[in-house]
């Protein structure tokens, strides 16, 4: 059974940090691409960073480039989203998903709430 588990959200004042984990399992997760989608509700959802090849390339959309890290450990089948000096404008749901580097399959997360607010 497939799985994949987003955690680590929560709500933070502006400045500060947190660190969202995507934990996998059902698949073989060294052999997929793990991105980072975020959403606000009546906007599409939008690709925060990601790992674009199996050589372990990142991808950072602008708005965080050089505040948000990725990183993941294949020995856990997890990856990591580390969200440093947030702002108020990175309030979203962040999903974590999981695209087969040499195939169509992928899968989903439930996502997690991140609110930055004063």
């Known amino acids: 059974q497939v799985q994949v588990v987003e955690s680590g959200g929560g709500l933070v004042q502006p400045g500060g940090s947190l660190t969202l984990s995507c934990a996998a399992s059902?698949?073989?997760?060294?052999?997929?691409?793990i991105n980072w989608y975020r959403q606000v509700p009546g906007k599409e959802r939008e690709l925060v960073a990601g790992?674009?090849?199996?050589?372990?390339?990142?991808y950072y959309a602008n708005s965080v480039w050089g505040r948000f890290t990725i990183s993941r450990d294949n020995a856990k089948n997890t990856a990591y989203l580390q969200m440093n000096n947030l702002r108020l404008e990175d309030t979203a749901v962040y999903y974590c998903?999981?695209?087969?580097?040499?195939?169509?399959?992928?899968?989903w997360g439930q996502g997690t709430q991140v609110t930055v607010s004063a």
């Open positions: 998903h999981a695209q087969k580097f040499t195939g169509p399959q992928n899968y």
């Open positions: 059902g698949f073989t997760f060294s052999m997929y691409a």
């Open positions: 790992f674009t090849s199996v050589d372990g390339n990142k």
